[in-house]
C-alpha cells in the first residue's frame, strides 16, 4: 500500500502474519494509526482517574477496551 504499512509476526506452532495498513477519508497512513492509538489512551481514562495515586504502567491498568465492550 502507498504510504505506509505495519506488519506483526508471530513466529511458533502456530505462527502468525498480519499486516496492518491504515487509511483515513481525512489523512493519509499516519492520521489512521493516530487515531488509532490515542482511542486506547482515551477510554483508558476512567481507570486512570480510579487509579491510587503514583506512576502507573499499562501492566497496572485493566484491559482498556471500548465503551459497552467487554474483555473476552
Known sequence: QDGGSYRVEIVGEPSYRVDI???SS?????????VAGVGRVVNAIPAVVDAAPGVLTA?????????GLAPV
Open 59 to 67: 501492566l497496572d491498568l485493566p484491559l482498556i477496551t471500548g465503551p
Open 21 to 23: 495498513c491504515p487509511t
Open 26 to 34: 481525512v489523512g493519509d497512513h499516519n492520521h489512521a494509526a493516530i
